[in-house]
């Protein structure tokens, strides 16, 4: 391969750039088979919550054409025929498998960005062993994450992390790369382009990708060609900087630190339908303690919080109502309280008697850091009297509910949680708690 | 499954503002104990069963067979996936889709899998090692 010339060269000043993707491959479905080695080679599909739509599939579910995102309803007959094995989503086992993937990777680089649950960017510039067989160590890092965790993954590398991605996506989709695929050398990144449609480049989303082709931009190879001006015209900056990515420039760094996220959706289909606002109201304001949670765990408050209520896509013949509405809040927050009440007053308008509801959920937006204590009194009380913050009352309770799940709760959530979304497949959580342990046989 | 929330936090009726002190330090008086010095830490136990935790599992023992190892039924054994399987550890193998304890033997070339237990034949591995291999035992935690 002709990457080795200018790496090589001692006129070269700093070592090529040398990024890698490791992504698991069927995150869930290898979870799942870590403590179940029955399943390995068997069709395996994991549902989402509520065990409504395909959101895992193992090769063998994907060879029979099952495509991600099916509602279970749509499969039922493939799933009998060809007995798969269906799972609800574990979450706790998936988030400790991630957390030890991503700890066997770290020692593989100094950086490591965590993308998602299941894929990590690692910067593998100047890694000695690395620099000498990219390929050596890739399989090296295959190798490790398998054995340590159980999960099977693909390594893709390039100069780039579009590249990085790309190459891993190569990877996974052809085995003869033996799961480990480097597009550092141009010429071998050209001939792969020429084959990969434009639409599975990392950052290129259905409409852009639609759009690209009505103008002739068919492959990789065709986007990678374009000039990034005529393409910052017509498109934006972010597809321009592909364009420079897919020629080897990079202009996306690696992230360290996830940053925090702008937005927390929090929403669930139900169980059962419900038809009761006061049900509904406990719904919701269960999905406002959550969503308070999750900005309270990245010490942030929000200043407007979206709530909707639906009923159900999937029978048209009953009446359909769906609604959402937004309330900026005079002060941002991040107490539960507040959330409840604002998404309460807005429900109050919304909802409509005589419907089947089934979803609802809340969104929080504008999201900032949360200010130092000592700005905080300047907020003072919101219109009903109410502190709009306790600070130290909220961080009390996630403190006791990480210790004592579910031990503390703001009472407008309710007792009665029958509408609770459906997980009558879930596995074990073999890894987080002590009564489900895996068993062994002594044979 | 029922939760059944113990505690149930009302919203205050009659709220006020509380200021509560960021930090609250100990007035000393008196001589210093003589064994601040020496105070480090506690004793932890996954110091001493877990050598890596990415790669450490726990799994519950099931039946008899490996009694001479010191597995009984219901024992808790920790179980280090990155460790090399060598001969004469105790391993955890997938056999036949099941997750089974064994003593790793080696004999005449070949890999065997062994009780503890006279009653019980040695297996012999026809698959490769590393396909059958889940993990290596290191230690059991047996309660008295």
Redesign the interface.
Known sequence: MGRGDQRDSPAVMSPQRLIALVDCNNFYVSCERV??????GKPVAVLSNNDGCVVARSAEVKKLGIKMGVPLFQIQQLVNQHQIKLFSSNYALYADIS???M??LEEFAPNLEVYSIDEGFLDLTGVYPCVKDPIAYGQLIRK?VV????IPVCVGLGPTKTLAKLANFAAKKWPQTGGVLDLSDPVRREKLMRIVPVGEVWGIGPRTAAKLNQLGIHTVGDLASQSGKRIQAQFNVVVARTVMELNGTPCLALEEIAPDKQQIVCSRSFSRRLTEYAELSQAMAEFCSRAAEKLRKQDSVTGCITIFIRTSPFNPDEPQYQRAASSKLNAATQDT?SLIATANQMLKELYRPGYNYQKCGVQLSHIQPEIT?GQM?VF??MVD???TENR??MKA?DRINRR?P??????A?G?D?SWKPKAERISQR??TD?GE??????? | ML??????????SN?K?V??P?FSGKVSAGFPSPADDYVEKTLDLNELLVQ????T???????????GAG?H?ND??VVD??LEPVPGRIV?C??N??????RLKRRGGQWLLG?ENPA?RDIILLEELEIVI?GVVTNVIHPL
Not at chain 1, 35 to 40: G, K, N, Q, T
Not at chain 1, 147 to 150: A, L
Not at chain 2, 3 to 12: D, E, Q, S
Not at chain 2, 57 to 67: D, H, I, L, N, T
């Open positions: 403590f179940r080695p029955d399943l390995i957390m030890r993937v700890v066997t490790t054995r340590t965790t159980g309280r204590p009194d003072d009380l009297g109410l502190s130290h009352l309770i004592f579910s031990a503390v709760s703001i009472a959530t007792f949680k073999y890894t002590w342990l895996a068993g062994v046989k002594c044979l | 939760i059944m929330p113990t505690t149930v936090l009302y919203a205050a709220p503002t200021n509560l960021l890596k935790p990415a790669a599992f726990f799994v519950r023992a099931q039946g008899e067979s490996m009694r597995i039924p808790i054994l996936r990155s955890i997938a056999l889709g099941e997750l089974v304890v064994k009780s019980y889940w």
